[in-house]
């Protein structure tokens, strides 16, 4: 059975006032959503901790699309649309590659495609049968044979995180990932430069600026070696030093002082207030000036510090 009935049909009423009915039924659905995606978050999260990450791989097509709704489906539990998403996704990835590679070989099937590639050696052994797998998996879901048709979830799932998890190696393999060992901060800078411009964007389950956080820390963490979370259970933090004032910017709130660390060179964005900037106005406190204070920032949920403001009086030094 198949009951579509989501819309109430105010054309058979003569309610006078049908658009707000319709408004107040909108409403209501509204926060049934909300409250199964409060009830399913849990779930969401687990099976996308399933998934396996490679890193960062610079060169991309559009397949890339493909593997992210994919990838987020499947933390939605949609198991047969994330299959059916990653077969599409390794045709494309697979075209892309061999186009790359210097042979155009639109005209045969993926099968014959993958094989063909291996064939001269331009992908190896594990990456074909990896290819393989996904074709024979969407082939399986496409089709809608009585065998896929007897599937349950649990088989559904593993089938799903295996396609998403065979893609992602095959896209680390074939194309590369950007090497941690040997980055330098320009290319981080690029990287975290992509990774803000994603944030923007509107693609199927991106958290905006909690999702550009995330993705920050982590790759600071595996490039540099340095965890960017406290670890301190949400406590706040403190940091006294000697600082360079980069700048002063009380043109619109919330005012800001901009402090080079001497010792470790990091720059911070420190918030002051109406009565703080009084203070450092009547010490003539200036950009290029040595300062001596105390910061203090309370980490978010991730306990990673975010709005750091003046502990005490800053004091300008000589």
């Not at 496409?142 to 559904?156: C, D, I, R, T, V």
Request: glycine share 6%; with cysteine.
């Amino acid at each position: 059975m198949y009951i579509d009935s989501k819309k109430f049909d105010y054309k058979k009423f003569s309610y006078s006032d049908a658009d707000r009915l319709v408004e107040r039924d909108k409403k209501f659905l509204k926060e049934a959503y909300v409250k199964w995606i409060n009830d399913a978050a849990n779930k969401i999260v687990e099976r996308q901790w399933e998934i396996d990450d490679i890193g960062v791989a610079e060169q991309s097509g559009d397949f890339v699309k493909l593997l992210k709704e994919a990838e987020f489906t499947y933390s939605l539990g949609a198991y047969t649309s994330a299959i059916s998403l990653v077969g599409v996704c390794a045709e494309d990835l697979c075209r892309f590659f061999a186009i790359s590679a210097g042979h155009n070989l639109d005209g045969l099937t993926q099968n014959d495609r993958v094989n063909r590639l291996h064939s001269i050696s331009a992908i190896t052994q594990n990456v074909a049968d990896a290819f393989h797998v996904i074709r024979k998996l969407r082939n399986d879901c496409l089709h809608y044979n009585a065998g896929f048709k007897q599937k349950n979830s649990a088989a559904l799932k593993a089938d799903a995180l295996k396609a998403l998890n065979s893609i992602k190696y095959i896209y680390g393999n074939i194309l590369g990932v950007v090497d941690y060992a040997t980055i330098d901060s320009s290319k981080f800078v690029e990287i975290i430069t992509k990774v803000t411009e994603e944030a923007a964007n509107n693609d199927p389950g991106n958290l905006g600026i909690d999702k550009a956080l995330i993705q920050t820390r982590n790759l600071f963490a595996q490039a540099f070696g340095f965890d960017m979370s406290m670890n301190n259970r949400g406590a706040p933090v403190y940091k006294m030093s000697i600082f360079e004032v980069l700048g002063i910017d009380v043109s619109s709130e919330p005012f800001e002082i901009s402090l080079r660390d001497l010792g470790s060179e990091m720059v911070v964005i420190v918030d002051i207030s109406s009565d703080e900037v009084k203070n450092i106005e009547f010490a003539k406190i200036t950009e290029a000036d040595i300062v001596a204070a105390t910061l203090v920032s309370l980490p978010n949920n991730l306990e990673v510090t975010g709005e750091w403001r003046l502990w005490g009086e800053i004091k300008k030094i000589g």
